[in-house]
């Protein structure tokens, strides 16, 4: 019987799995001096970004999560593979983002969060 119980417990995971995988985290707008652009992220899904802004320096980003309870963290990058050396890639939690410095962005991906371990 404890046996039956798992065997149902991970088939229903097999299916339910890729539902959630493929529902949206979130938005993200990347924005330069004169152009913006709106991403939908799903999680661990590499987005290139418009062609017009990779070149350009970001001037701020915009991270929202669709859902009001969840948090979202995305990983930028230089390269437009998602693959960069430590140096060329930065994190950042949902919400606005303002930079001072030059800051390019070719590339990022997001997972989904906990929230109690922003501040740590």
């Known amino acids: 019987m404890r046996l039956f119980s798992l065997l149902t417990a991970s088939t229903l995971a097999l299916f339910v799995s890729p539902s959630f995988a493929s529902s949206p985290l979130g938005t993200v707008i990347i924005e330069t001096s004169n152009t913006a652009s709106a991403n939908l992220v ?3 899904r ?4 418009d062609p017009n802004i990779q070149d350009k320096p970001v001037s701020r980003i915009e991270i ?3 859902r009001p309870d969840s948090g ?3 990983t930028f990058y230089k390269d437009p593979q ?5 140096s060329h890639s930065y994190t950042l939690h949902e919400g606005s983002h303002t930079f001072k410095r030059r800051f390019l962005v070719s590339s990022f991906k997001c997972v ?3 929230r109690d371990d922003e501040f740590l």
């Open 46 to 49: 590499c987005v290139t970004v």
């Open 64 to 66: 929202s999560p669709y």
């Open 112 to 114: 989904e969060s906990d």
């Open 72 to 74: 979202i963290e995305c």
């Open 82 to 86: 998602c693959h960069s050396s430590h």
């Open 42 to 44: 799903q999680p661990y």
